[in-house]
């Protein structure tokens, strides 16, 4: 069966993201896991040596599994079949990792949509994804909500008495 790899962060772009991958499987008539994968950053070593190894890797995949429940959810939800994998280390290099060991044969993730120098200033994890990863990846770009225009003559109306 086809595997995605959808990487998840807990934010409203990672839910972007398996918003697609959840369309693709329900609507588009894919057979395919949804994978989701969430990064943790390594732990210092002053909390290493404050905390010990154990604790902090056991609140790293604590903090994992917290973020990434709204997408658990979602796909759960939707019917759709799914694994949950939590990595530790450097976004893009862990989850190109986790397409490796989990036999991924794609990776979706949610961006910004920012191009050119200022995603590149930034460091953007979705570009270095799809330099990196050894799978076709699919990014997923958010779509900012529409401002509705402002009505001047309704704003001198309100607390009005007739």
Known sequence: MFRIL???DGSELALDAVRHGVALVRRGGLQ???VLGHVQEEASLIELATQGADAV???SVEAGQHLMASAVAMVEAAGVPYETEIGLGPVAATLVDMVERCGC???IIGARGLGG???TLLGS???ALVQQSPVPVTVVKHAEPEELPEDDDQDDNVGAQD
Do not use: E, F
């Open 6 to 8: 959808i990487a998840v």
């Open 32 to 34: 395919a896991t949804l």
């Open 57 to 59: 890797a056991a609140a």
């Open 105 to 107: 044969d794609a990776l």
């Open 117 to 119: 120098l200022r995603g």
């Open 125 to 127: 994890v979705s570009q």
